[in-house]
């Protein structure tokens, strides 16, 4: 299960279930989408804020690289 503290394994699942998105450049609606979109997220979007977005896409474009 995966909550949105857990940023480094969001954006692991990211990487292996959208390679063709490019982490620099989505914007924070659609990466909160897309993990809550996650088969293994199963937390609501009330504890997603602006600093939680910013660490898995910070996260993401590390994994990336």
Request: aromatic share 6%; proline share 3%.
């Amino acid at each position: 299960m995966l909550c949105w503290t857990d940023s480094l394994e969001i954006a692991i699942s990211l990487e292996e279930t959208s390679p063709d998105i490019d982490p620099k450049t989505i914007n924070f609606v659609d990466l909160r989408q897309l993990v809550m979109d996650l088969e293994d997220f199963e937390e609501g979007q009330s504890k997603c804020g602006e600093r939680v977005l910013e660490a898995i896409q910070m996260n993401w474009i590390e994994e990336k690289e």
